[in-house]
C-alpha cells in the first residue's frame, strides 16, 4: 500500500503540471483574441484542445490521488484490529466512489470506462467476502 507521503508527494507533482498545462492554455487564450489566419487558428485551437484533455487527465488523477490520500490516512490511524466486515464495507466504499466517478458525466469517457469496469471486477469480491463474514 501507498504511504500518504508518496501520494503527497505524488499530489504535488500533479499540481504542478496542472498548473504547467494551465499556464500554456492563458497563453493559447491570449493567442486566439487577436485576429489569426485560418490555418493558424485551426493549429492553435488543435493544441489548446490537447491542452485542455490533459488538464482533465490530470485533474481525474488529482482525485484519485486525494481519494487514495484519504483512505491511507485512515488506514494509518486506524489499528491493527479491524474485522472482516469492516473490510467489506471499505471495499463497498470504493466501489461507490468509482461508482459515482463513472456516472460523472463531466469526466473523460476513458476514465469513466475504466472507472465502471473497476466497479463490475470489485462486486464479485465484496460478495464472496460477504459470504465468507456471514
Same mark, same amino acid.
Given at each position: 500500500m501507498t504511504t500518504t507521503e508518496e501520494l503527497n508527494a505524488k499530489r504535488v507533482d500533479l499540481i504542478s503540471?496542472?498548473?504547467?498545462? !494551465?499556464? +500554456?492554455? /492563458?497563453?493559447?487564450?491570449?493567442?486566439?483574441? +487577436? !485576429?489569426? *489566419?485560418h490555418r493558424e487558428y485551426a493549429r492553435v485551437m488543435r493544441t489548446k484542445n490537447d491542452l485542455v484533455r490533459q488538464l482533465q487527465e490530470i485533474e481525474s488523477q488529482i482525485a484519485d490521488v486525494n481519494s487514495r490520500r484519504h483512505m491511507a490516512a485512515k488506514s494509518e490511524k486506524q489499528e491493527g484490529g479491524d474485522n472482516d466486515k469492516s473490510h467489506v464495507r471499505k471495499l463497498a466504499e470504493l466501489r461507490d466512489e468509482?461508482?459515482? #466517478?463513472?456516472?460523472?458525466? !463531466?469526466?473523460? *469517457?476513458? @476514465?469513466?470506462? @475504466?472507472? +465502471?469496469? #473497476? /466497479? /463490475?471486477?470489485?462486486? *464479485?469480491?465484496?460478495r464472496q467476502a460477504l459470504s465468507k463474514a456471514d
Open positions: 503540471k496542472k498548473s504547467e498545462i !494551465t499556464k +500554456s492554455i /492563458v497563453s493559447i487564450n491570449q493567442q486566439l483574441i +487577436s !485576429t489569426l *489566419p468509482y461508482q459515482a #466517478f463513472a456516472a460523472d458525466a !463531466t469526466r473523460s *469517457p476513458t @476514465m469513466r470506462r @475504466m472507472a +465502471s469496469e #473497476f /466497479v /463490475v471486477r470489485l462486486n *464479485p469480491i465484496i
